[in-house]
């Protein structure tokens, strides 16, 4: 296959110490198939210097940008508004390709020209920085039962296990006339950016392939990685949960069983709440749990139940007894300072913890 297929979207920011390796990755791919697409995001270092130089010395291969600072999700769009192949990916320019990536996309679509998949799901690595050490992707196992061998396809409508696999957005590639059909942008300025997406082509989607043979390699260990965020950006997390909500109970209208959306979605707000909590500075943690605590107020609670049911299935009991107190505390105005400090959040969950033991027991005598 000699045209290209694919598009690379690089979104940018002050990435003058790792943009080298991520242009070059996709460069030494084994297959010419695809273009890059380096959108510069307003980067105050010497981004613009390398981004132009790889421009000049590619020129029709590599499409430099500078647009002033829009996020990482206002850098995607621009890139998706420049592309004009058949396929679109995203890679961080702290992350890397594995060499075959493009020609193993290559020779799957080419098995099946007359089945065109609106998501192609790769399966990156996870690369830490501070060993040097590479491990599996954190959803590796379920991959592996979703798409058992390069080139498997599923309908995410009639298996909902897709919807568990991990959120990060570039791990997917997209169909361009699927991303122009169902109007798919990504909200700019806004930290968390891929979970909701996540949802929202998946449950749009009904051709999805899995390739398990490449992906990227994930940096794991950057301290600007919006992971690592301690201040005001955690806040976030409740415009990206507003959308997430609001797009949940749209889905259900009309619906007369329980959509299959909801313990991922619920999974994921509890835990990125709970974890958010944890990493938020003391400056932010306060206003961020009484956010919370407004936020889920407004979550039905019959969305606990299927969490806390299908929990039972692919969960282990602690992680469900955290789901448990996390819900209890975050609704309890009157216990929300259990979360406005490490050591008495620590000490206090051991207290509820033991109340729900005394509670289950006493159920059972």
């Known amino acids: 296959m000699d045209r290209e297929i694919i598009s690379f979207i690089v979104p940018a920011y002050n990435a003058e110490v790792t943009l080298h390796r991520t242009i070059q990755s996709i460069l030494n791919q084994t297959s010419d198939s695809y ?36 996020g990482l999700g206002g850098a995607r769009n621009h890139g998706i508004e420049l592309a004009d192949t058949e396929y679109i990916s995203f890679l961080d320019s702290d992350d890397w390709l594995m060499p075959h990536y493009v020609e193993h996309i290559a020779a799957q679509l080419e ?44 309908n995410p409508q009639a298996d909902s296990r897709i919807y568990r696999t991990d959120v990060n957005q570039c791990r997917k590639i997209l169909q361009m006339d699927f991303v122009k059909k169902v109007h798919f942008r990504f909200r700019e300025k806004v930290k968390w950016e891929d979970v909701f997406p996540h ?33 005001k950006d955690r806040m976030d997390l409740l415009q990206v949960y507003d959308d997430l909500l609001t797009y ?14 909801r313990y991922p979605v619920m999974r994921i707000m509890v835990s990125f709440a709970n974890e958010g909590i944890r990493m938020a500075d003391l400056d932010t ?27 039972k299935k692919y969960c282990g009991k602690s992680e469900i007894r955290q789901y448990r107190i996390f819900l209890a505390v975050i609704r309890n105005r009157a216990l929300l300072p259990i979360f406005y400090d490490y050591i008495y959040r620590d000490a206090s969950e051991q207290l509820v913890k033991k109340v729900f033991r005394k509670l289950k027991h006493n159920e059972t005598t």
């Open 199 to 231: 949802f929202y082509l998946l449950s749009n989607c009904q051709i999805c392939t899995g390739i398990g043979s490449v992906g990227f390699y994930y940096r794991k260990g950057n301290s600007n990685q919006i992971t690592a965020s301690r201040g």
């Open 35 to 70: 273009r890059i697409i380096i959108i510069n995001d307003g980067s105050t270092d010497k981004t613009e210097e390398i981004g132009k130089a790889y421009s000049q010395k590619y020129p029709g291969r590599i499409t430099y940008v500078y647009q002033p600072n829009r």
């Open 111 to 154: 098995k099946n020209p007359g089945q065109k998949p609106e998501i192609i799901m790769t399966l990156p690595q996870i690369y830490d920085e501070n060993s040097k050490l590479i491990a599996d992707w954190y959803d590796q196992p379920l991959f592996r039962e979703l798409f058992p061998e390069d080139g498997a396809y599923i």
């Open 248 to 261: 949940l109970k749209e889905t259900e209208q009309g619906k007369a069983h329980e959509d299959v959306m």
């Open 285 to 311: 943690r306060k206003e961020l749990v009484k956010a919370l605590y407004r936020f889920f107020k407004n979550v039905p609670e019959a969305y606990d139940k299927v969490l806390f049911r299908e929990g």
